[in-house]
């Protein structure tokens, strides 16, 4: 909460948003906007779905389609007076130029998404599409990465007796390991058997150091 607080309160970079698919990326990065006081800074959504925007949010309807390109309808706004973008597209090597260079030249900030289950396969998915390390490294104000994973029943999940095995590969201290409490799934008439009802969203965030 203090990394996103931190992120969002910039006048300008890049903040990456990760998700297993494109509608959880969508949905996180449209909950980051609404923590931005519209009031004090205008916001303009680029986005190809007519879908509810927060309050405050200047939506611009961009056809991925049509001639006029997601990255020449983010380039347009660089001229417009706009303080935040959120960029709803998955990018392509034309968009994610004009996302750093928009970060670092017009000092925007942008919010945008990559398809990814981790903050950093967001940042290889920018790499990939051709993002120059350095400029990419300057410009990002936070990497986030979602995934939407299913809850155990809370009527049946069983205790999992053995927690140090289970906790061991994932190099966690000997205190955070005795600290836990994990559970397995059981399943029970509630659940249907399965031992899940329900879903959760997991999510990680990092910054970029020097």
């Not at 990394?3 to 903040?15: D, E, S, T």
């Not at 948003?17 to 609404?34: H, K």
Request: overall charge positive.
């Amino acid at each position: 909460a203090v990394a996103w607080k931190l992120a969002l309160g910039q006048r300008r970079g890049l903040i990456l948003v990760g998700g297993s698919t494109r509608g959880l990326a969508q949905r996180v990065a449209t909950a980051a906007v609404r923590e931005i006081d519209t009031t004090g800074r205008r916001v303009t959504a680029l986005t190809a779905v007519r879908g509810p925007l927060p309050n405050g949010v200047h939506g611009v309807p961009v056809e991925a389609d049509a001639e006029w390109s997601p990255a020449q309808a983010l380039r347009a706004q660089f001229a417009m007076d706009v303080d935040v973008i959120l960029v709803g597209f998955t990018p392509d090597d034309a968009l994610a130029a004009a996302m750093v260079e928009g970060a670092l030249v017009h000092d925007k900030l942008i919010i945008a998404t990559m398809p990814s289950r981790d903050a950093v396969g967001a940042v290889r998915g920018m790499l990939a599409l051709g993002a120059e390390p350095w400029p990419l490294a300057e410009a990002l104000n936070l990497v986030h990465g979602a995934a939407q994973v299913r809850s155990l029943c809370a009527l049946c999940r069983a205790p999992l007796s053995e927690v140090k095995m289970a906790l061991a590969p994932h190099g966690l201290s000997r205190a955070a390991v005795n600290k836990a409490k994990l559970f397995r799934a059981k399943g029970c008439g509630k659940c249907g058997g399965s031992g899940y009802r329900g879903h959760r969203v997991l999510g990680e965030s990092a910054t970029i150091s020097p």
